[in-house]
């Protein structure tokens, strides 16, 4: 996985859970994918968003792009309100 963990990271889509650690065995979460999507589509994350979902804090660190993305239409929770991350 070296060479493509390495071109997302230079294209800022990743950070990794460390400077060094990418984990690319693990399955990617609905807030992961949230964040490298907003990234991608050069999307405004302050960091300070509202809450969107009620199952997603304003302080949860994906907030932002979860709700850049909601507010372009690109995803949306369950008939319940929740982001389901």
Do not use: C
Not at 48 to 58: E, I, P, T
Not at 60 to 78: E, F, K, M, P, Q
């Amino acid at each position: 996985y070296y060479d493509s963990t390495k071109l997302l990271k230079n294209l800022k889509l990743i950070s990794g859970y460390s400077q060094y650690e990418y984990r690319p065995e693990n399955k990617i979460t609905r807030a992961e994918f949230a964040k490298m999507m907003a990234v991608y589509m050069n999307l405004y994350t302050d960091g300070k968003s509202n809450r969107v979902f009620y199952d997603l804090s304003a302080e949860h660190w994906a907030n932002s792009s979860v709700t850049a993305l909601y507010g372009v239409g690109v995803i949306n929770g369950d008939e319940n309100g929740n982001f389901k991350f």
